[in-house]
């Protein structure tokens, strides 16, 4: 079993959801990384999706392209990104850590050398936004043969066809993109994220996990009523970008805000 199935299943036994935060690899620094993604599973963060900068990310919003961008500055690349997600894990070796980003890095790299590259450092899913599953099968298959879970977006115009067949290629859960729009726009109507939830559950026995408009702990903790998991990035981003000559702050920062995410996602 994955670290992200295991963890699926320790939360569902105990009744509580999956809190999922995003930080770009590199922003503001290299050296900010490392120690946010551990702060943020002390302040309860149970899976972490960590973004591999790219100069074009296309499903992005403003907050996120720029933190891709000040990444860059720092000569942030996906084989950099390995090293960072090596140091956490030597000290983590039980957090499901899953990589989001764009296909471009992973083709430069090769699939099966990304393949393998991710392996020996444990990564544990790769989200690859721009990766349609109808052309994913051998990328598919070197991931999954290597206990990587492939995880793909679902979204409000996903239809019930599009559902099954990326329910049919992909494990670790499901991103439902909760808005039509990219990461930290728009206003989240929660009726209609039920809605589609509901749909998507008559097609697939994988965890729902909901992202995009996620910001407080408030919205959190009606996504948490619906969805298997909460996934919440350019809220966090703000604070990074908010405190870029001081990232201590931007530190505690988030820390406060995921621990009341937390907090109202159990209570």
Do not use: W
């Amino acid at each position: 079993m994955s670290r992200l199935a295991a963890k699926f299943a320790e939360l569902s036994k105990t009744g509580r959801k999956a809190l999922i935060p995003f930080v770009s690899a590199g922003d503001p620094n290299p050296d900010f990384t490392v120690p946010m993604l551990h702060a943020m599973v002390g302040a309860g963060a149970d899976i972490i999706e960590l973004g591999v900068p790219f100069s074009d990310p296309m499903a992005d919003g403003p907050v996120i392209q720029r933190a891709s961008e000040r990444a860059l500055s720092h000569k942030m690349s996906l084989r950099k990104v390995l090293q960072l997600v090596a140091q956490f894990r030597a000290q983590d070796p039980d957090t499901p850590l899953v990589l989001m980003g764009y296909l471009n890095p992973i083709e430069a790299m090769g699939y099966e050398a990304f393949a393998n590259a991710a392996q020996r450092v444990e990564v544990d899913g790769v989200l690859t936004v721009d990766m349609p599953p109808e052309e994913a099968a051998e990328y598919v298959d070197l991931l999954k043969a290597r206990d990587i879970d492939p995880i793909f977006l679902l979204a409000p115009n996903s239809e019930e066809q599009r559902i099954r067949h990326v329910n049919d290629v992909a494990s670790g859960y499901l991103y439902y993109v909760s808005i039509k729009g990219v990461t930290g726009a728009g206003h989240l109507d929660t009726a209609d994220v039920k809605t589609k939830l509901q749909q998507i559950r008559s097609c697939t026995d994988l965890p729902l996990a909901v992202g995009f408009g996620i910001k407080d702990a408030e919205t959190a903790k009606t996504i948490a009523r619906i969805g298997d998991g909460v996934v919440v990035g350019s809220a966090l981003i703000d604070r990074i970008e908010a405190n870029l000559d001081d990232p201590d702050a931007a530190r505690e920062e988030i820390v406060s805000l995921l621990q009341s995410m937390r907090s109202a996602m159990d209570n």
